[in-house]
Structure formats: C-alpha cells, structure tokens
C-alpha cells in the first residue's frame, strides 16, 4: 500500500464515542490548548474496560470522560488505564481516575518515572538549566531576555498528582482482553519507552504518539538531557516496528484519524527525517551553524513564536544525530553556543 486509507473521515463529537469494531472505542478529548485534541481508546471486555490515555487535566476532558462512562458504558467497571506516555494530553487526568474510580496504572517504568517526577517540580520562575539550554542552542539573547520573565512552564498545570504505585509494561509482553491477545512494544524517541500496541486477532495497532498520520511526532532534546541523540533512538524504534507482519492493521494513533497503511506510514516518517538530515548536511557546509540557524533548512517555512521552543528541541536532536554519527564537529563559542560544522 503506497497510500493511506482512512476508513472514517469524521471525528467522533464532543462527549461521544465511535465504535471502531466490536469492543474496540475511540473518543476525541477536545483540549484547550495549541494541540486541538488527542484521542483516547477504549477496550471492552465482559468484566471492566481497559482506557488507554486520559487527555489532559481539564475541565472539557473531566466533562467528556464523566458523560461517556455513565452514559455508554453505564458505568462499567474500569480495569486498568494504559498510559502510552508521560506527556500531558496523555497523562493528565490519571491521577483524577485513580482518585475517583481507584483504577490500575499500567504503563512502562519510564513513562511512569518521568510523568511523576515532572509533576513535582513546580518552579517560580524559569529556570537557569533552560535559559542555558536555549543559549547554547542559538536561541538569540533579546528572546532568551523575553523568555526570562515569561511565567515557566510547569508540568503539574496540566496533570493531576500522579499517584505512588503502577503496574509495570514491559517489551513482548502480552495482554489478554476480551479473549483477544494485545502485544506491547515499547518506543523511544517522541518519549522515553513509549507503550505500542497490536492485536494480531483484530488487526488494530494502538500507536500513541510514536506513529501518527499527517505530522511527525515531536522528536525534542530537552535539557535533562542536552545530548540525547532521540532521532537516533526513534529510527531505530521505526526500523523495529517495520518487523511486525503486515495484517492490513488498522492505526489507531494518539492525534488525528485512524488509518490503514502502517509501513507506508512508518517509511513515510523515516525518510521524512533522513531527508531533513541531508538537507541540514547541505545548509551547515563550512559555515559553523547552531539549532537556531538550521530553522530554514530543517523545517522549510517560517517557524511561529509559540513553536519556537519545541522547534529549537527538535533542531538540536537533529544536530546531535549528525555529531554522534561522525557527520559534523561541535565547537563552543566564547557565548557558549554550540556550533556546528563538517
Ligand atoms: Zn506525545
Ligand atoms: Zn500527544
């Protein structure tokens, strides 16, 4: 399949769930953020569903989730909640099920680890490990200064307490639902250990955020770690899902529509990255450049002010990847920008 098929072109509305095949739900959590939506499932079995993320913590996503499990599922029984991974539109109401329905945690160590570590730092103000990291990264000083006094970025504004106590998810491991047997992967490079679903029998992928239709996944460095190299661990992480047979599956992924076409979709995203590495390869020459001068060459159009930050992230891993590769030399200048060249 060169191309891919989507089988339903509606969302379903507001409140609303849309059965994708028998025991097998979607619902669209709106959200009142840049990102317009994120998708959670629902896999029903005889004795309790299972709900694989929680949207963000908000009140539309609370309103959505009450509406749906009194409404359509009567208010069943909720076995566990998979968490694909720790970021916020995924995350966000766990502690909020946990509280009000005493739900299992299912999700992998990393996912678990970095949602709840991030949840308890709280900060005043914006932090100096960050200003750094954009300063080395070329972020140009009179934004860096802008930045400075803007109101930080605190992960517990958008998810509730996540609670102690999870059940771990690890690589190859099977879960039975409805009779039905669902393997796990786990994926690097959007997010650390990233939960993979598919179910052989219904032919259904759940994808999270490793594998979506129409973007690419955000693959960020972020100042916890300044030299990560996450293009690295995501191709790689594509290269193995490229293994599992291809059934014809059907992707449920975390944003946007459901599709038909997984390895048309999985090479469309490795050579979207290869392409950009090439193009970066180009630009850099013999001019030292940093994360913040490859804009052009990396993204092709004019990056917008609320981007920039994620932008400057996904910019760096790509640098990283070069460097690591052999492919470009790092020098610091006397500001402490990172520059690189061939
Ligand atoms: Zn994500
Ligand atoms: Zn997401």
Known sequence: MKELK???EIFPT?????????????????????ISHVNAYILDDEDGISIIDTGLSCVSCKESWTHILTHDFKNKSIKRIII???????????????????????TSRSSWLTGRMLTLDKKNEVSTELL????????????IEKKRLEKPFNFSDYVDKIPLGYRRMVEE???????????????NGHAPEQIFLFCPDLKIIISGDQILPGISPNLSVYPTEPLANPLAEYLEDCEKLLNIEDLGYLVLPGHNLPFYGFNTRVEQLINHHQSALKRIQKYIDKTPKSAYDIFPALFKRKIKNYELTLALGESVAHLNY??????LKKDVDKKGVNLFVK
Do not use: R
Not at 84 to 106: S, V
Not at 173 to 187: G, T
């Open 6 to 8: 989507f089988p339903v």
């Open 14 to 34: 507001k409140k609303k769930v849309l059965q994708i095949k028998e025991g097998v739900y979607w619902v669209k959590l709106l959200l009142p953020s840049m």
């Open 84 to 106: 694909t991974h720790h970021h916020p539109d995924h995350i966000g109401l766990l502690g909020w099920f946990k509280k009000k329905f005493n739900t299992e945690i299912w």
């Open 132 to 143: 750094n990291f954009w300063l080395s990264a070329g972020m140009p000083s009179e934004i």
């Open 173 to 187: 491991e099977q879960l039975l639902i409805d009779n039905k047997k669902w393997f796990v992967k786990l994926c």
């Open 322 to 327: 070069l460097f690591k590769m052999g492919i």
